[in-house]
């Protein structure tokens, strides 16, 4: 069983290893390891600030031992936007672009993480047809070569501002963004309620909703005169319909997606909820669409007998359609996914919300703010008992699936928005509501460590991935190494022995 005291042990030993490093000058090494410690940051929520310092200063320092500082007089209408995944659909990247269009900027787009498995057509697609834009995707390896090819780009294309749309653990964006003067640092939160690196390179953080704010401020330690909040609307992607499953024909269907994370948590009361849906009605089905481990939902499943009534469909690129096939929306428990969730207002679905109060960082209303009609059902029992009533009343259902797609902020708003924001102002300041968010740092983190001990284990994984070498693990992660060789010597006597072996003939080091 992974705890807090293991977690914070391993994350101040990768410090101590990063610190080592830097002053041995393996500045490559000592940014895999930044990257690890971020990662695991994220993954845990063990650190109650959101954001260390240490991680940041070391980066600061790597960047200035291996690079100039470069001074850049921008060209005030050409704005960079970086971006770590490219996703389609996912985060906050068209939202951004397109409205950096319909404002007549020049884009420089700078890709760092290509992805063979989420797609990036869509992004390329709009860049390539609109004439002021040019595109990078990042080709080096290395975190400091990447850094230099980033530098590079900055110093010929010479913007004024930069839209950062980072992944938690960016490295690169981090020590490019850093050591390059004369560019306005605009962070895009996408992840507010979790840990990530880039404080020391955001000059204006965009919020989307009060709980971002609220962290970034007790959290993080950012300054409010830095933050802005921006709220987001989805995108709807012409994606070809795929089908569903044939169980589905015929049938009502009740929907619901995101990474499978987000329901592996509270002794799976998602799973049950949806067993409750399905039991008022037999013409009712289940549909969820989304990856990651699938294993305890499949488990849940077989256990109950719902193969035919709860069914998996994967990641789907024509999500926005599937979306116009079905009937209801519910959203996802203890984690909500609020992109998903506003593709479905967008169809006119009817969603039923479920969290309960302890669960702050999961509640998007304030993204429905301008009819409030999203309710919040904080009990399984009343949930259940308000779909029933709706469910046999077509007409309350469709009016209350089209006041929520008139409830989110518009295409034309957000473009309007941002422009105020880029010319200092604060338009949705009205939505920022001040509360104490103190509670969320160990209530995230005893639902993601649950997660990790009973249905997703990654730790190791993790671990191992980054360390393969048994040797590595011993002198880099002392503590680690001495529960993985109990554990070992617990179920695996012959791995035991094998790691032993590799210890002390150390030129047997392959894993």
């Known amino acids: 069983m992974l705890k807090r005291e293991d977690l914070q042990v391993d994350y101040e030993s990768l410090i101590s290893a990063t610190r080592k ?3 041995n000058e393996q500045y490559e090494k000592a940014l895999q390891l930044i990257e690890l410690c971020a990662t695991i940051a994220y993954q845990y929520n063990f650190n109650s600030e959101f954001a260390d310092t240490r991680l940041e200063s070391a980066i600061e320092e790597i960047a200035v031992k291996n690079f100039k500082d470069v001074s850049i007089k921008g060209d005030e209408n050409k704005f960079v936007f970086y971006d770590y995944f490219g996703y389609d659909n996912r985060g906050l990247t068209q939202q951004y672009i397109r409205a950096l269009i319909q404002l007549g900027k020049n884009i420089v787009y700078i890709l760092e993480k290509p992805n063979a498995y989420y797609s990036s057509s869509d992004i390329m697609s709009e860049l390539s047809t609109y ?25 010929i294309e010479k913007p004024s501002i930069a839209f950062l749309h980072l992944a938690p653990w960016d490295v690169v964006a981090c020590m490019a963004f850093y050591i390059t003067k004369g560019i306005k640092r605009y962070q895009i939160n996408l992840t507010d309620h979790a840990f990530w690196l880039g404080v020391h390179i955001t000059d204006v953080n965009l919020e989307f909703r009060s709980f971002g704010y609220n962290l970034s401020v007790q959290g993080r330690g950012i300054d409010k005169a830095k933050l802005k909040i921006l709220p987001y609307y989805p995108i709807i992607n012409e994606h070809t319909f795929e089908g569903l499953p044939e169980q589905t024909n015929g049938k009502k269907i009740i929907f619901s997606g995101g990474s499978v ?6 002794k799976l009361l998602f799973l049950s909820l ?55 929306y519910v959203t996802t428990f203890p984690f909500t996914g609020a992109l998903m969730s506003q593709i479905a207002a967008a169809t006119s679905t009817p969603i039923f919300f479920f969290s309960t109060p302890k669960y702050q960082c999961v509640d998007i209303r304030e993204l429905f703010f301008k009819e409030k009609k999203l309710e919040l059902f904080e009990d399984v029992d009343l949930l259940v008992s308000r779909f029933k009533v709706l469910y046999n009343d077509e007409n309350r259902l469709n009016e209350y699936g089209r006041a929520l797609a008139k409830s989110m902020i518009t295409p034309e708003e957000f473009t309007r928005g941002l422009q105020v924001i880029l010319e200092g102002g604060d338009p949705y300041a009205f939505l920022q509501e001040e509360f104490d968010v ?33 040797t590595e693990r011993m002198k880099i992660l002392p503590n680690y190494f001495q529960r993985e060789q109990a554990l070992n010597w617990k179920n695996d006597k012959l791995q035991f022995f094998k790691n032993l072996f590799r210890i002390v003939f150390p030129k047997n080091i392959t894993v």
């Open 21 to 23: 490093c830097i002053k």
């Open 131 to 155: 004439p002021k834009s040019t595109i990078y995707s990042l080709k080096e390896s290395g975190n400091l070569q990447k850094a230099k090819e980033v530098i590079g780009i900055l110093q």
């Open 438 to 470: 103190s509670d969320h740092k160990d209530i995230i983190y005893e639902f993601l460590i649950e997660s990790e001990n009973y249905y997703n284990p990654q730790y190791k994984q993790l671990i191992v991935r980054h360390f393969e070498i048994v």
């Open 261 to 266: 994370y987000k329901i592996l948590g509270e």
């Open 274 to 328: 949806v067993e409750r849906l399905l039991a008022v009605d037999a013409n009712l089905v289940f549909v969820f669409a989304g990856s990651g481990n699938l294993a305890p939902v499949k488990a849940f499943i077989k256990d109950r007998k719902l193969e035919n009534r709860f069914l998996l469909i994967g990641d789907r690129k024509d999500i926005s359609a599937v979306l116009k096939n079905i009937h209801y």
